[in-house]
């Protein structure tokens, strides 16, 4: 259910929740990334996997719960845009390591150039969901702050797609600010320089807008709110709520707005869900998301992929079941991409590539439903656009809709598809125009390369008819070339 259903996939998701979270740890800190991938192979389908970064780290206290409790996680409830959502990732990826090899997780972690580094050794207690801590003491560290885990696991490696070493590419691409080193279990080292300086935008938390909250959900918001009132609650816990608004959803809920929220029934929880859905509300802000941009797309397409066309469009923020979402999509083409095969799909959500699932996601739907024969690919009925392209679409989201807990694929809601085609639209009439461009570009060459084969026996043909001499034969074949060079231009 995680991503760990196989020892392929094991090895990359252990790798994806390390650097996801080192990833989320430095924007958090407004600090540049600096991550180290190490993978060593062990033999005997044993790996040990490294990854290191120059986050924030973590307090010694947390240390134990952070690595080694399932379902201990601060994004699990935040309504922000985060690559992970869920709190149960590294620890899932600790609970691995240790059901396949019985090696305990080994951390280090250091806050800040005047604190000492903790070293731990970790289990987790399957029976009490909670850390078994094998080993605690201070290390000496050379580093300002940040974390290092290493873990050993069963899994398999190989390179291609869905592998370790696509996933850090893809990873790259979408995050031009990171530098990154990779050390793969062949020993070979690869790097990835940051093309920009510019930190992605620090999304803001939000509170939940009422369109996207559920019945049992609004049961517990209600139980646990400090509003003394009704009215209150809907104004204090919501997003979007005026007075104005508090009153008509109470209206149509036929509730008295100086009720205390915690004495509500079940009943009356629901007619305040079905007055909700009555009443118009407006949009909830934006500034909880954090998209790519248009240029740093291009910069992070430019800096892995040798094409001839680069573009991108970011949509503005829409809204899926109250849920802030918008949506990015790059397209680069010829170069060194394949022509004679299908085009290839990079999917993202919140920065974080996504390698499984692609024919049961939103974004390949997509792309299949959008006629590229109008933008210059070939495509057949019901598959994917053929030719030297590669798509690129993101989504970024305070909740993304993945189709399952391995979050690998995005679920198709309407609002979703149809802004994801719209980008695809847009960036499609870009390409569209770049290869008109260049067929037309080629035509010309090519009939200027049929008119220059026959220039010389033009040149000879006027010799003997003006019975001219070698030296005007030569200056009348140069002034041709001139006055086909000068009509080629325009």
Known sequence: MLGFDNPKKALLTTVKEAVDNSLDACQEMRVLPEIKVEIEFLGNDRFQVSIEDNGPGIIKQQIPN?????????????????????????????????LTTGKPAKIISKISPRSPAHYYELNIDTRNNAPDIIKDEEVKWDKDSGIKIELELEAQYQKGKRSIDEYLKQTAIVNPHLHLVYINPEKEKIEYPRVTNEQPKEPKEIKPHPYGVELGILIRMLKTTTARTLQAFLMQDFS??????????????NLQPNIKPHSLSRLEAEHIMNSIKQTKIMAPPTDCLSPIGQDLILK???????????CSTTRPPSVYRGMPFQIEVGIAYGGNIPSDELAEILRFANRVPLLYEQSACATTKSIINTAWRNYGLQQSRGALPQGPAIILVHICSIWVPYTSESKEAIASYP????????????CGRKLSLFIRRRRIAENEAQKKSYIEKYLPHVGIALKELLDLNNAEQSKITEILKDILEKGHER
């Open 240 to 253: 979007r709520i005026s007075s104005k608004v508090a009153k008509e959803i109470l209206e149509k809920a």
């Open 415 to 426: 609002e979703i598809i149809k802004e994801i085609k719209l980008a695809l639209q847009e």
């Open 300 to 310: 992070g397409f430019k800096k892995e992929i040798n094409a001839d066309f680069y």
């Open 66 to 98: 952070i690595f080694a409790k399932l379902l201990y996680g601060s994004k699990f409830h935040a309504m922000k845009q985060s690559r992970g959502q869920q709190g149960i990732g590294i620890s899932a990826a600790v609970l691995y390591s240790q």
